[in-house]
């Protein structure tokens, strides 16, 4: 059975970085696909940022140029570095993860597919001027 745990969420200013990160327990952590999703209040969860086993990566256009998706085999943990933030950042970080499946498919459907392996229960991240 797979679990994530996220962390490395906390509240910056704009124009700050954070990094999360994604602790994955489970079996064969290489051959996941790892994404990254957010929630704001009162919104529809969105795909963020996706990696998937071969280390192709995919990423929202709100977000391209700003974050970096990446993942450590060896340490079973997959980052979300995310630079230049904005307010509109501002959201739960959840990550997911699944087997087979294309980091673009996972950034743009993942958010409302239920064949998705685990979901973290999330790390806030917080945004002020």
Not at 27 to 55: C, H, L, N, T
Not at 63 to 82: C, E, H, P, W
């Amino acid at each position: 059975q797979v679990q994530l745990v996220e962390s490395g969420g906390g509240s910056v200013q704009v124009g700050g970085s954070l990094r999360l990160s994604c602790a994955f327990s489970g079996p064969s952590y290489s051959s996941y696909s790892m994404g990254w999703f957010r929630q704001a209040p009162g919104k529809q969860r969105e795909g963020v940022a996706a990696i998937d086993s071969a280390g192709t990566t995919s990423y929202a256009d709100s977000v391209k140029g700003r974050f970096t998706i990446s993942r450590d085999n060896a340490k079973n943990t997959a980052y979300l570095q995310m630079n230049s933030l904005k307010r509109e950042d501002t959201a739960m970080y959840y990550c997911a993860a699944g087997e087979g499946i294309e980091a673009w498919w996972l950034v743009v459907h993942g958010w409302n597919y239920d064949g998705l392996d685990s979901w973290g229960k999330g790390t806030l991240v917080t945004i002020s001027s």
